[in-house]
């Protein structure tokens, strides 16, 4: 009879023991997230990046999925890692391009097989800061002499160098030539352009300026193969 009840303990035991371990693999995952603000801020034309937590809790470990809606028009996101099996870190790339001002409820959603959670936070969209080197853009008149090319009198176009700030292109001077464009610093304070050493249209430039009242006096050396040309005029709106 002994010899019966000891096998019996021992197959009680392993069974109680499998169905334990059986029902542990079993449970769903349970996880979470940290790391979302309760607000993000991003101008209108921006990009940034905000980094989060997932967090294994308990229960069977498998694969999550991360979403995230709500994201106004004009405006996208992505995350550096969408799928991977809790613990791990990643970060949500935000970009707006354009898009319109407001508060907006944005929603992350993290989704296993069997099991989903979401967590929640605001965006607010800014205006974008105006350019200071706006005030400088339009077509202009350039008037003024030049050592070897005589006095100029050339239409002369400037824009801004988006996406930069304090940063313009001037087109045709000099030459006339709209497509001889060069790039330009811009001082707001103290309202004076800088045109670095560069190569357009086959010529080295290079100048400084001052600007007031629609007009922009500069001064600008050429170097044109063996021809080196000064010159010294002002550009009118």
Known sequence: ????????????????????GDFTQQGPM????????????????????????VHYVVGQKEKISLQISG??????????????????NTTIRL????TPLGMYKISVTASSSRNSMSGS?????????VNPARVLTGSYTENGPCAVSGNMHNSVTISEALPAFNKIKIAGLWSGNPAT??????????????IP????????????????????????KVVLNFLTDSCQTTLTK
Do not use: R
Request: with cysteine; charged share 15%; net charge negative.
């Open 1 to 20: 009879m002994k010899q019966f009840i000891a096998p019996l303990i021992l197959l009680i035991a392993l069974s109680i023991g499998c169905k334990k």
């Open 181 to 194: 464009t060069l790039d330009a610093d811009v001082d707001p304070i103290a309202q004076t352009i800088s």
């Open 71 to 88: 994201l106004p028009t004009s405006a996208g996101a992505a995350f550096s890692k969408e799928v991977d099996t809790p613990s791990f």
């Open 95 to 98: 970009v707006t391009n354009h």
């Open 30 to 53: 349970e996880f979470g997230f940290t790391g979302l603000p309760d607000t993000a801020v991003l101008k209108q034309v921006d990009t940034i990046y905000i980094p989060i937590q």
């Open 121 to 129: 936070f605001w965006i607010l969209v800014k205006p974008n800061p």
């Open 197 to 220: 050493e560069q190569t357009a249209s086959s010529a080295t430039f290079s100048g400084y300026g001052t600007y007031s009242n629609g007009q922009i006096l500069v001064k600008y």
